[in-house]
T-cell receptor
Framework: AQKITQTQPGMFVQEKEAVTLDCTYDTSDPSYGLFWYKQPSSGEMIFLIYQGSYDQQNATEGRYSLNFQKARKSANLVISASQLGDSAMYFCAMRVEGGKLIFGQGTELSVKP | DVKVTQSSRYLVKRTGEKVFLECVQDMDHENMFWYRQDPGLGLRLIYFSYDVKMKEKGDIPEGYSVSREKKERFSLILESASTNQTSMYLC????????????FGPGTRLTVT
């Protein structure tokens, strides 16, 4: 069965420190994509970063990087130099056939000043 | 700038009422999706559509129907609202091209009393 698991319901990080949000996935398809979205308290879903299953290098977008370990089926999000504005819900998602997304349960990140 | 809009941010309806949630995208995307978001469960797919007048059931279609008469508009219908349909509803769209990134609307928080 295709599944995304985020095991951290909530996380705290000190401002300016790095934080890793965990995501594991399960699929038997050789071709898939992994996304991370941010959802602030306002509710909109903001796309952060994408990793394709055939990509050789880990994806990076500014302060966001994706630690992709294919053999372990993990796709952890690393946020460097956390800012107060990073406080939000973060969702990991996997693209399956037909362009559908399967989402994890989400991790609520709180950045402390 | 890409845009997905939803007809209401907040909606309060009574049990048994017929409820329409409207979603419009201006990106000429082929694919449109309806999700509901509940705490601890992430986003779950209700229905999706790959083309006008086409619809497919997602993971939790019971109690819902959809309509896509025009490419840019995808409507979610609750035929007879029930209290267990109180939730946040998110609409998204994507293209068949590229990584199939989904663009989300701001969400509608529906309360059924």
């Amino acid at each position: 069965a295709q599944k995304i698991t985020q095991t951290q319901p909530g996380m705290f990080v000190q401002e300016k420190e790095a934080v890793t949000l965990d995501c594991t996935y399960d699929t038997s398809d050789p071709s898939y994509g992994l996304f991370w979205y941010k959802q602030p308290s306002s509710g909109e879903m903001i796309f952060l970063i994408y990793q394709g299953s055939y990509d050789q290098q880990n994806a990076t977008e500014g302060r966001y990087s994706l630690n992709f370990q294919k053999a372990r089926k993990s796709a952890n999000l690393v946020i460097s130099a956390s800012q107060l504005g990073d406080s939000a819900m973060y969702f990991c998602a996997m693209r399956v056939e037909g362009g559908k997304l399967i989402f994890g349960q989400g991790t609520e990140l709180s950045v402390k000043p | 700038d890409v845009k997905v809009t939803q007809s209401s941010r907040y909606l309060v309806k009574r049990t048994g009422e017929k409820v329409f949630l409207e979603c419009v995208q201006d990106m000429d995307h082929e694919n449109m999706f309806w999700y509901r978001q509940d705490p601890g469960l992430g986003l779950r797919l209700i229905y999706f559509s790959y083309d006008v007048k086409m619809k497919e059931k997602g993971d939790i279609p019971e109690g819902y129907s959809v309509s896509r008469e025009k490419k840019e508009r995808f409507s979610l219908i609750l035929e007879s609202a029930s209290t267990n349909q109180t939730s946040m509803y998110l609409c998204a769209s994507s293209s068949f091209e590229g990584i199939n990134e989904q663009y989300f609307g701001p969400g509608t928080r529906l309360t059924v009393t």
